[in-house]
């Protein structure tokens, strides 16, 4: 596709329950960012792939959260056990390895009931 | 710590000029970013600026003071569908990733 897609558009789920999100970048951009944004917050920065080097974690709130990405190209972003301070809307977003400019998914609005 | 400070709301006239000011206090810098986000869509890029100045990109225009830790975004011939979110970035570091400030929803008026 032309831009990052993102899968499911729309989660809701019960508390203690995990969910998994899914990112698909665009075709050669080997960087893959998380973000989460929260409702009236900015956007948070969770996790961060680049190429095949160990990704960069120093933005997951919790040990819940865990992300991979798959022969270089779609990720999935896993939390285990939500609670309902995990609603928020996950962003993904790709870039090339040597442009600065990161390009966004429409998100994924999760809701924890 | 990162600090990236914006005003949350700002209303403008339809043909107007508006400015959206961003401050900034981080551990180091590396570019700084303004992004676009309608109400439920995806950020869109707007502009990247890593050295002082003006970039000007047809209606939006960027300003960047590293030594002030100061930027500001120019929208000029407001339209209506300028109304969104408007966020400023900062790459920090060496790394690719941002940090963001809270968002400025400019409203647009006829």
């Known amino acids: 596709g032309a831009g990052v897609s993102q899968s499911p558009s729309n989660k809701v789920t019960e508390k203690g329950k995990d969910v998994e999100l899914r990112c698909d970048p665009i075709?050669?951009?080997?960087?893959l960012y998380w973000y989460r944004q929260s409702l009236g917050q900015g956007l948070e920065f969770l996790i961060y792939?680049?190429?095949?080097?160990?990704?960069?974690k120093s933005g997951l709130p919790s040990d819940r959260f865990s992300a991979e990405r798959t022969g270089g190209s779609v990720s999935t972003l896993t939390i285990q056990r939500t609670q309902q301070e995990d609603s928020a809307v996950y962003l993904c977003?790709?870039?090339?390895?040597?442009?600065?400019?990161?390009?966004f998914g429409p998100g994924t609005r999760l809701l924890v009931l | 710590g990162q600090n990236i400070d914006q005003p949350t709301e700002m209303t403008a006239t339809e043909g107007a000029i508006v400015q959206i000011n961003c401050t900034y206090q981080t551990s180091g810098f590396n570019g700084l970013f303004w992004y676009q986000q309608h109400a439920g869509e995806a950020p869109t890029f707007l502009s990247y600026n890593v050295l002082d100045g003006l970039e000007e990109k047809g209606r939006f225009s960027s300003f960047l003071s590293r030594s002030k830790g100061y930027s500001y975004l120019l929208l000029k011939e407001l339209q209506m569908k300028d109304s969104a979110s408007y966020l400023c970035?900062?790459?920090?570091?060496?790394?690719?990733?941002?940090?963001f400030g809270g968002g400025t929803r400019l409203m647009v008026k006829p």
């Open positions: 792939f680049q190429g095949n080097s160990a990704p960069d």
């Open positions: 075709s050669g951009h080997t960087a």
């Open positions: 977003a790709s870039s090339r390895p040597w442009e600065e400019t990161q390009y």
């Open positions: 970035a900062v790459r920090p570091g060496a790394g690719n990733m941002l940090t």
